[in-house]
């Protein structure tokens, strides 16, 4: 028996390779992200272990904040814990957000990516924090030089000796003259961050913490038992400090970075996912028309007294032998797929640390189980109808046909999967999970189970769906088109399938699609109805507290152009345990935006906060509460609810400038806004005004239309990211068109044969098959918006509270993909085509 | 040598059709000249392996010769690339064989027509009737082919082979899988198509009694044209048979 399945198997060897090549790429995305992540994790850990040799004890804010500032310490920090027995050296601390380095452009290096710092550098040869001074560099000392990373250098081709200009949130543009470069390990920079290291005095003039520090390295005397030391370093720290070994210290920062990262291999292990589902209606479909071409051979072997074990077990020995081969390939492509992901993120200059390989252990079981056992679920259907074949069909064509469920049954079955799918998704989407992560999972198998119905009901429509949408063709393609017309619709759950695993991935980028278009349509709506303004400055930077110097706005006020303006600080609070950001709001904001409704006043005190109407609602809090915020030098206080605003555009937390300004330490504001005097378009304030923000690159003046487009620039390229990786699901799904439409040439040779002899000629026949392909892959894309539509719609649903309140239908994207699938549908038949057209007229018709 | 009528319509002139090489060579057709008259009903018969299908097939295009040459209405198909046999295929000649004549997803009014679609032609309606009618297939004309009988499918294969009012029609064991009364009724429907219609057919058969429809017979044996036979009846077609030793 076994020897059966290996014949056939090799007999076979073009289509199942086809059906192979899905799971590759399957397994290929889920091994290449736990070797990517692996890999990098890796690195990071070997990097922060060699940050800290030499030092034995790390101090350092104990910030709880992910956008923070980092909280700062006075000088004498050093001297207290110089004082502690058993201190050898202690070696001061300090870096801070928002510096940015400026190429020879005048552009800031990194624009608005990854965050900039700036630290200090002692001329120790331990605590560089990580630190490797390359070639001729030596450390930076005095207030005129600069050591830089050497990603930037390279970025902006600066050498040791040239002049280097750097931004300051707070003091604006400074030139330095380049004394070093600094390298971290092996890697350029960390994760695309920009470095600018000077010595410690200038680090703080420059960050405008002139005597202050956030931490020092700690050196023990030899001998010193570091947990005692710790303990006693505790001791003399002030508040909002701690003392931790350098050990600890290395793991926790390296799991901190490592954390970060991982999101990104979320996102791929998601769409490794989605690329092995895709995958299953591959293999099913393949295995079900092989099972369908092989069933007077089964029932042959049923006559000659193989049990229908045998036989169901026969299939699924081929699927098994299929899935390893497929996956121990998948797995070494997945290698492959690393390098040449860490080679695209060091393009858009995201250098991380190299290392060699990791290949986990984890890596290898995952790959090899995920592969093997989509593989083997999705031929066990097909496998099942096999063992069903009666030894009977072996003698008799028509009774070689398994019975097909009644139309109603695949209705009832594919109406239940709806409903449940419906549900899963609601109950992910709509549930109240108080504040806990929306379960993606649920929200995920709902979807999954909703696409399963999508098909099941997919099969009961495919001939007429495919009827109608190939009347046109078969108009302009004649006798051919007709043909393929028919044949697209002669086996609809062959094509249900084929047009399904397309399905998925249209379904996907529609949503995605529809969702940035939604968004682009909601920042349109506010910026057009919710914001009086004519020009908007915002800051380039995404970590919004460095923002940019006050000094701008108080200049612009001044301008002839300008009749009013408005400002805005941000920073990163605390509420309830959630990281969320504080705004500060001037008196006159109301003539800037629109507000439904104020309960109490706006104008609140500096003990006051104006809290948006959905967080008072979801927190149930009224004017006159009392709230606990934390900031993240002040910790926790205390202040009332002065006022409750409902409006679309101003929500969260807004304190008063003076509270902000003393609780951030910083004037800088995070955006501006300007209404243009009478007499003067927006175009001309936003000259005057970016005429003065010459020297501060940081800030971004546009109109107001120049800052909707460019959201939704942005918009549009994270939608393109997803939409290229989604894209590759749908290409899959296409190598299951080639596959389909090749099993059917096969099955119809004689047809074809018969066709030839009375008259088709090659490329007719090509096009018959092109055009059927076209049909089906058009057939899936159609259901594919159809599903995205639905589940764009869905997801906005718990949104509409947040302020997504618009929906926008993008008729001419999705359009484009139905037609996009059709040409690839086209494409992807060529070569069963060729081979249809290549076939012997004799051989094809000749019987017996 | 036998002389080739000069109104043949289909000739084949010292044909030779090898298959394999070396010791493994076949030798189906030994060299094998003859014409196929318009307007006659011309049957092969030959013993299994005689090289009777192998002729046919040569004869009408779809295999080529290893020597000699084939013509249709004057055309040496030797010289035709695969567009142009194909197009020769589709206007000037018609085919029915054994099984699997019909494309399953068109009814049976699309098969007929099939190969005027294929050229991008409408039917002469005037001639699409009298196929028609002569098909004799009545209110099944919408039906799939597998809502046909098995003699139905072949009259609609006929009748397809007529439409485009081919040069010659070509038949392999056209009553092969047919019982003797549907077999006869198209037997029938192509000796009215030669006699009525001026058709030229040119059918194999192993059947005597099929065989005596025809107008003449042309025996075959191991490549070779060993006998011919004119108005010939079943009883006589099988005397020649055994006389012949097959």
Same mark, same amino acid.
Not at chain 1, 441 to 458: H, N, R
């Given at each position: 028996m076994w020897k059966a399945s290996?014949?056939?198997?090799?007999?076979?060897?073009?289509?199942? $390779?086809?059906?192979?090549?899905?799971?590759v790429l399957g397994v290929a995305f889920v091994s290449g992200t736990y070797i990517y992540t692996d890999t990098t994790n890796r690195a990071f850990d070997s990097i922060f272990d060699e940050a800290f040799v030499g030092i034995d004890i790390v101090v350092a804010g104990d910030s709880t904040f992910q956008f923070g500032q980092g909280i700062y310490f006075e000088e004498s920090l050093v001297a207290d814990i110089a004082a502690v027995d058993g201190v050898a050296e202690v070696i001061p601390t300090l870096t801070g957000f928002g510096p940015k380095i400026i190429d020879r452009d005048g552009e800031p290096i990194g624009g608005q990516g990854p965050p900039q710092f700036a630290a200090a550098l002692t001329g120790s040869e331990v605590g560089t924090g990580g630190?490797?001074?390359?070639?001729?560099?030596?450390?930076?000392?005095?207030?005129?030089?600069?050591?830089?990373?050497?990603?930037?250098?390279?970025?902006?081709?600066?050498?040791?000796?040239?002049?280097?200009?750097?931004?300051?949130?707070?003091?604006?543009?400074?030139?330095?003259?380049?004394?070093?470069? $600094?390298?971290?390990?092996?890697?350029?920079?960390?994760?695309?961050?920009?470095?600018?290291?000077?010595?410690?005095?200038?680090?703080?003039?420059?960050?405008? /913490?002139?005597?202050?520090?956030?931490?020092?390295?700690?050196?023990?005397?030899?001998?010193?038992?570091?947990?005692?030391?710790?303990?006693?370093?505790?001791?003399?720290?002030?508040?909002?400090? /701690?003392?931790?070994?350098?050990?600890?210290?290395?793991?926790?920062?390296?799991?901190?970075?490592?954390?970060?990262?991982?999101?990104?291999?979320?996102?791929?292990?998601?769409?490794?996912?989605?690329?092995?589902?895709?995958?299953?209606?591959?293999? @099913?479909?393949?295995?079900?028309?092989?099972?369908?071409?092989?069933?007077?051979?089964?029932?042959?072997? /049923?006559?000659?007294?193989?049990?229908?074990r045998q036989v169901l077990w026969s299939v699924l020995f081929e699927a098994l032998v299929v899935g390893v081969i497929a996956s121990v390939i998948g797995i070494a492509a997945g290698a492959g797929l690393a390098i040449a992901l860490r080679a695209a993120l060091e393009q858009f200059g995201i250098a991380l640390p190299s290392a060699a390989l990791v290949f986990a252990p984890r890596t290898l079981v995952v790959g090899l189980i995920v592969g093997v056992v989509v593989t083997l679920v999705s031929a066990i259907v097909p496998a099942i109808g096999a063992s069903r074949v009666p030894p009977v069909a072996a003698m008799r064509e028509e009774m070689a046909r398994p019975k097909r469920k009644t139309l109603t049954r695949r209705a009832i079955f594919g109406a239940?999967?709806?409903?449940? %799918?419906?549900?899963?998704?609601?109950?992910?989407?709509?549930?109240? @999970?108080?504040?806990?992560?929306?379960?993606?999972?649920?929200?995920?198998?709902?979807?999954?189970?909703?696409?399963?119905?999508? @098909?099941?009901?997919?099969?009961?429509?495919?001939?007429?769906?495919?009827?109608?949408?190939?009347?046109?063709?078969?108009?302009?393609?004649?006798?051919?088109?007709?043909?393929?017309?028919?044949?697209?619709? /002669?086996?609809?759950?062959?094509?249900?399938?084929?047009?399904?695993?397309?399905?998925?991935?249209?379904?996907?980028?529609?949503?995605?699609?529809?969702?940035?278009?939604?968004?682009?349509?909601?920042?349109?709506?506010?910026?057009?109805?919710?914001?009086?303004?004519?020009?908007?400055?915002?800051?380039?930077?995404?970590?919004?507290?460095?923002?940019?110097? $006050?000094?701008?706005?108080?200049?612009?006020? %001044?301008?002839?152009?300008?009749?009013?303006?408005?400002?805005?600080?941000?920073?990163?609070?605390?509420?309830?345990?959630?990281?969320?950001?504080?705004?500060?709001?001037?008196?006159?904001?109301?003539?800037?935006?629109?507000?439904?409704?104020?309960?109490?006043?706006?104008?609140?005190?500096?003990?006051?906060?104006?809290? %948006?109407?959905?967080?008072?609602?979801?927190?149930?809090?009224?004017?006159?509460?009392?709230?606990?915020?934390?900031?993240?030098?002040?910790?926790?206080?205390?202040?009332?609810?002065?006022?409750?605003?409902?409006?679309?555009?101003?929500?969260? @937390?807004?304190?008063?400038?003076?509270?902000?300004?003393?609780?951030?330490?910083?004037?800088?504001?995070?955006?501006?806004?300007?209404?243009?005097?009478?007499?003067?378009?927006?175009?001309?304030?936003?000259?005057?005004?970016? $005429?003065?923000?010459?020297?501060?690159?940081?800030?971004?003046?546009?109109?107001?239309?120049?800052?909707?487009?460019?959201?939704?620039?942005?918009?549009?390229?994270?939608?393109?990211?997803?939409?290229?990786?989604?894209?590759?699901?749908?290409?899959?799904?296409?190598?299951?068109?080639?596959?389909?439409?090749?099993?059917?040439?096969?099955e119809r040779t004689r047809e074809i044969g018969l066709l030839r002899a009375v008259g088709l000629n090659r490329r007719q026949t090509r096009r018959m098959i092109r055009v059927e392909a076209s049909i089906v892959s058009v057939f899936g894309a159609i259901l594919g918006v159809g599903l995205g539509i639905f589940f764009g719609w869905a997801i906005l649903q718990p949104l509409r509270d947040e302020g997504f309140t618009e929906f926008v239908i993008p008729f001419g994207g999705l359009a484009l993909w139905i037609a996009i699938a059709g040409v690839l549908g086209v494409v992807f038949a060529l070569w069963p085509a060729w081979r249809a057209s290549r076939l012997n007229v004799l051989e094809a018709i000749s019987y017996e | 040598m036998t002389t080739i009528a000069t109104d043949a319509i289909a000739e084949i002139e010292r044909g030779v059709k090898i298959y394999g090489e070396g010791e493994a060579a076949v030798h189906a057709l030994r060299g094998i000249t003859r014409g196929f008259t318009r307007g006659r009903f011309t049957a092969i018969m030959g013993p299994s392996g005689s090289g009777k299908s192998t002729l046919l097939h040569c004869l009408a295009g779809l295999d080529t010769l290893t020597e000699g040459v084939v013509r249709i209405g004057g055309i040496d198909l030797g010289t035709l690339k695969d567009r142009e046999l194909t197009e020769l295929r589709r206007s000037k000649v018609g085919f029915v064989f054994q099984a699997f004549n019909l494309i399953p997803t068109l009814n049976a009014e699309e098969n007929i027509v099939l190969p005027l679609s294929i050229a991008g032609l409408k039917p002469d309606p005037a001639w699409m009737n009298e196929v028609i009618e002569a098909v004799d297939l009545g209110?099944?004309?919408?039906?799939?082919?597998?809502?046909?009988?098995?003699?139905?499918?072949?009259?609609?294969?006929?009748?397809? #082979?007529?439409?485009?009012?081919?040069?010659?029609?070509? #038949?392999?064991?056209?009553?092969?899988?047919?019982?003797?009364?549907?077999? #006869?009724?198209?037997?029938?429907?192509?000796?009215?198509?030669?006699?009525?219609?001026?058709?030229t057919i040119v059918m194999v058969t192993h059947d005597p009694v099929s065989a005596s429809y025809a107008d003449e017979i042309v025996f075959l044996d191991d490549g070779l044209i060993v006998d011919e036979m004119h108005g010939p009846t079943p009883e006589s077609v099988f005397d020649r048979l055994k006389a012949l030793g097959s």
């Open positions: 290996l014949k056939s198997l090799f007999a076979h060897k073009a289509r199942l $390779a086809l059906t192979a090549l899905a799971i630190f490797e001074l390359r070639g001729e560099s030596r450390p930076p000392m005095g207030g005129d030089e600069i050591v830089i990373d050497a990603a930037s250098a390279d970025t902006a081709g600066y050498e040791i000796g040239d002049t280097v200009p750097v931004e300051f949130p707070t003091i604006g543009t400074r030139e330095f003259t380049l004394v070093g470069i $600094a390298g971290f390990g092996e890697a350029d920079n960390i994760g695309g961050a920009t470095f600018a290291l000077f010595d410690l005095e200038t680090t703080q003039k420059v960050l405008e /913490r002139e005597g202050q520090l956030d931490g020092a390295f700690v050196q023990a005397e030899p001998g010193t038992d570091i947990e005692t030391l710790v303990a006693a370093v505790g001791q003399v720290l002030p508040e909002g400090a /701690r003392a931790q070994s350098s050990q600890e210290a290395a793991e926790e920062q390296a799991a901190e970075i490592q954390e970060g990262l991982s999101f990104f291999g979320t996102f791929l292990l998601v769409f490794a996912f989605v690329a092995l589902f895709v995958a299953t209606f591959l293999i @099913y479909n393949t295995f079900r028309i092989v099972v369908a071409q092989r069933l007077r051979e089964l029932a042959l072997l /049923r006559a000659v007294g193989a049990t229908r239940v999967l709806g409903v449940v %799918g419906v549900a899963l998704m609601f109950a992910g989407l709509l549930g109240d @999970y108080d504040g806990a992560t929306v379960p993606l999972s649920l929200i995920g198998a709902g979807a999954a189970v909703i696409i399963l119905a999508a @098909y099941v009901f997919s099969a009961l429509v495919a001939d007429p769906m495919a009827r109608t949408i190939g009347a046109p063709l078969a108009k302009a393609f004649g006798a051919a088109g007709k043909l393929a017309q028919r044949n697209a619709g /002669r086996s609809p759950r062959r094509t249900a399938a084929t047009a399904s695993a397309i399905m998925v991935g249209i379904a996907l980028i529609s949503m995605v699609t529809l969702l940035s278009a939604s968004i682009r349509g909601t920042v349109d709506a506010i910026f057009d109805t919710g914001v009086d303004a004519d020009v908007v400055v915002t800051s380039t930077d995404q970590f919004a507290i460095s923002g940019f110097t $006050a000094d701008l706005a108080e200049e612009a006020a %001044g301008l002839e152009e300008v009749a009013a303006l408005t400002r805005i600080q941000a920073g990163a609070i605390i509420v309830d345990g959630t990281e969320t950001f504080a705004g500060s709001l001037e008196p006159n904001f109301e003539d800037f935006f629109s507000v439904e409704s104020i309960e109490g006043t706006a104008a609140i005190s500096d003990d006051g906060v104006l809290v %948006g109407s959905s967080e008072a609602e979801s927190n149930d809090w009224s004017v006159g509460d009392v709230v606990a915020i934390e900031f993240e030098q002040s910790g926790v206080q205390e202040l009332t609810v002065e006022g409750i605003i409902t409006s679309d555009t101003i929500t969260g @937390y807004s304190l008063s400038r003076d509270r902000f300004t003393s609780e951030f330490g910083s004037d800088a504001d995070s955006q501006v806004y300007i209404q243009s005097a009478t007499g003067f378009t927006a175009e001309e304030t936003r000259d005057a005004v970016a $005429a003065l923000a010459a020297d501060i690159p940081s800030a971004n003046v546009q109109t107001n239309e120049e800052l909707v487009d460019e959201i939704g620039d942005q918009v549009n390229q994270i939608l393109g990211l997803i939409t290229g990786l989604l894209a590759m699901t749908v290409l899959i799904a296409l190598i299951g068109v080639t596959n389909t439409m090749a099993l059917a040439v096969i | 209110d099944r004309l919408t039906h799939r082919p597998t809502e046909l009988s098995g003699g139905q499918q072949q009259r609609v294969a006929a009748a397809r #082979a007529l439409i485009s009012r081919p040069d010659i029609v070509f #038949a392999d064991e056209p009553s092969g899988n047919l019982d003797s009364k549907s077999g #006869a009724e198209l037997l029938d429907f192509m000796r009215t198509a030669v006699k009525e219609l001026g058709q």
